[in-house]
């Protein structure tokens, strides 16, 4: 997901979430196998994810913060769903094969294949399955101090297009997420109302365009 913005910012938006409030912490060996073992269980989970989102994006481009908000939805594995609706509409939606990003306003729809267009970004991450050890080096952070429980995520590929991503954790749900791009700008997600277990309508990840938009890419 970059989380998402418009057509010349998305693949920032994407890297960009879905994170939570926290436990106590023991000893830093200890929070570190905790922190993976929590990790590797929320990652292992199947079944729906909900959650209404706000975004920001700082770094040298930005003169002041960007924000923007909207909802989640996920479910794994392979499907997602990001509503972004203020301070304008649009929708990136994985139906597990195809990666649709729809403009509202400029009336145009991207797409591509979901594999080739999300790689490790966060999107994929957090609609994947459990082989987190295997494409990424994970590590407990212990200097935060928001009550949650985080951990670190640097992609052992190093041609991702981003440096790191951060999770934060509270006692049920994932609460925070924060990508870290080549440029060290940082786009952060902070969650609230999460659901998980829930019911969600079957169209949630299927795509359609809108009649008269204009469609770039394979829509099969």
Request: net charge neutral.
């Amino acid at each position: 997901v970059s989380f998402a913005e418009r057509p010349q910012t998305t693949t920032k938006k994407w890297a960009l979430g879905l994170l939570v409030t926290g436990s106590l912490l023991l000893s830093a060996s200890l929070q570190a196998a905790s922190v993976t073992e929590r990790l590797q269980t929320f990652f292992a989970e199947k079944g729906s994810m909900r959650a209404d989102f706000v975004q920001t994006v700082q770094g040298a481009a930005f003169a002041q913060p960007e924000e923007s908000r909207g909802t989640l939805q996920l479910q794994r594995p392979g499907k997602f769903r990001w509503d972004y609706t203020q301070p304008y509409k649009q929708q990136i939606v994985g139906d597990g094969q195809r990666l649709w990003i729809y403009d509202v306003d400029l009336e145009q729809v991207i797409v591509k294949p979901m594999d080739a267009a999300l790689g490790d970004t966060p999107a994929l991450l957090l609609s994947g399955g459990s082989n987190i050890s295997e494409r990424f080096d994970i590590s407990a952070l212990t200097d935060r101090d928001d009550n949650l429980q985080w951990v670190r995520l640097v992609p052992k590929q190093k041609d991702t297009g981003f440096k790191e991503i951060r999770l934060g954790f509270g006692p049920k749900h994932l609460l925070g997420m924060e990508l870290v791009d080549g440029f060290d700008q940082v786009t952060r997600l902070v969650f609230s109302n999460v659901k998980t277990g829930v019911s969600l309508p079957k169209d949630s990840f299927r795509f359609v365009p809108p009649e008269g938009v204009d469609v770039v890419g394979d829509a099969g």
